[in-house]
């Protein structure tokens, strides 16, 4: 049994199978070509193909773009697409031609806005965890800090799509395991490169954040992304294994490579205050998957909203919007990159039901949620063309810079 069938429950009745059939039937396909045909795909290079078709959803028409990805396909892998901090935010065409990449979706909810705390500077940093070309970049924000529609029972900020270095796609789990060093002994590590940090905890900061402030890691509850900032909070800066700084409020600017800053927040903070510069500090961290052995080569979050085969109990099956999703065949080998059109005639969306249901009936034994609404976009460089460009119609008429996505790349 694996660690997913644990988590949601491997032994669901005939009766509860048919059920969710029954209430995802509403959501059909029907593509471009003649009655009866399937649409056809578009070859973008070996081992990628693209497509697009309406569904008629309970909401009404939607149009949905698809990627097709082959791992199978020696040519053919995926990225992270990111703008080279955690915390910064560009198009998804504009990444995708930065790195290379055919074609690529953007990826995990983000710190979009900070309008509950004046003055108090958004980071754009993402929920989940984030792994790029093997460099683990970022852990996960506790579930109350999150960004986007409501999870799915059993599901957390913790939940990750990736490809592993055996090129296999997985739904999996990563959490931290950190720890700082100091001479009175080791102190838990709460965070990683995140926007928000578990209330009494310490988290650390590296080259990869960025510039942006990290006052926003300070503010809010482990149950409420809307509570005050802390007014306990302690700063402490580590070069080449000594503490070299410290100041009472989180500060912003790059971190030098070789560079860890430690926030605190509370009992982290009071923690923290203990140091003097010069004494000795280590800092420890890594990424640690719930159901693979096999390290990842690339993460990023989301939800997920089929697995096995069978929608997550549960799914919110009243509210349509555009959305944007990933869905995993053959083991992992083969993958669907979906997403909706967001212009006017087309912006009725799917449910997150709906969405696991189209998702299977593309071919996807699992199937991962993504951002969706204003930041749903498809991007990839069509035959015959240089660039890449939007192939959907993102909901506010042009791409918004997200922090994050899924990039295909292509050896052809």
Not at 132 to 150: D, I
Not at 276 to 281: C, Q, R
Not at 286 to 308: C, E, I, K, M, Q
């Amino acid at each position: 049994m694996t660690h997913r069938q644990r988590r949601f429950g491997a032994g669901r009745s005939v009766l509860t199978f048919l059920a969710a059939l029954g209430t995802l039937a509403g959501a059909a396909l029907v593509g471009a070509a003649p009655a009866g045909a399937a649409p056809e795909w578009t070859q973008l290079a070996s081992g990628v193909g693209y497509r697009q078709f309406d569904i008629y959803a309970a909401a009404g028409v939607t149009r949905a773009h698809v990627l097709r990805v082959d791992l199978r396909d020696p040519r053919v892998r995926l990225e992270l697409l990111y703008p080279g901090a955690v915390a910064a935010r560009a198009p998804v065409s504009r990444l995708a031609t930065a790195q290379g990449a055919l074609a690529g979706v953007n990826g995990d909810f983000f710190n979009i806005t900070e309008t509950q705390h004046p003055g108090v500077e958004a980071t754009g940093a993402t929920v989940g965890p984030a792994i790029a070309e093997g460099r683990e970049l970022k852990a996960a924000v506790p579930n109350g800090q999150r960004f986007g529609p409501a999870l799915p029972p059993g599901t957390g900020t913790e939940d990750v799509f990736g490809v592993g270095t055996d090129r296999r796609a997985r739904l999996d789990d990563l959490a931290l395991d950190g720890s700082v060093g100091t001479p009175d002994g080791q102190l838990p590590l709460g965070g990683l490169n995140q926007y928000a940090l578990p209330v009494g905890s310490v988290g650390a900061y590296t080259s990869d954040w960025g510039s942006v402030s990290r006052v926003r890691a300070t503010c809010g509850t482990d149950t409420d992304r809307a509570a005050p900032c802390s007014t306990d909070t302690y700063e402490v800066t580590v070069r080449a294994g000594q503490v070299v700084s410290a100041a009472d409020t989180p500060g912003s600017g790059p971190i030098a490579d070789g560079t860890t800053v430690l926030v605190g927040r509370e009992a982290g903070a009071q923690q923290l205050r203990k140091l003097s510069v010069g004494e000795a500090v280590t800092v420890r961290h890594r990424l640690v998957a719930a159901s693979s052995w096999v390290p990842y080569r690339f993460a990023l979050g989301g939800y997920p909203v089929l697995t096995d085969g069978l929608p997550l109990p549960g799914l919110d099956d009243t509210t349509s919007a555009v959305r944007t999703a990933v869905g995993l065949a053959d083991g992992g080998r083969r993958l669907y990159l979906l997403a909706l059109d967001g212009a006017p005639a087309y912006r009725t969306g799917l449910t997150i039901a709906e969405v696991a249901d189209t998702m299977r009936t593309l071919g996807s034994a699992d199937a991962f949620s993504l951002d969706g609404g204003g930041s749903t976009t498809m991007a990839a460089r069509m035959p015959g063309t240089t660039a890449v460009t939007a192939l959907n119609h993102p909901s506010g008429g042009a791409e918004r810079p997200v922090p994050n996505g899924i990039g295909v790349f292509s050896g052809s």
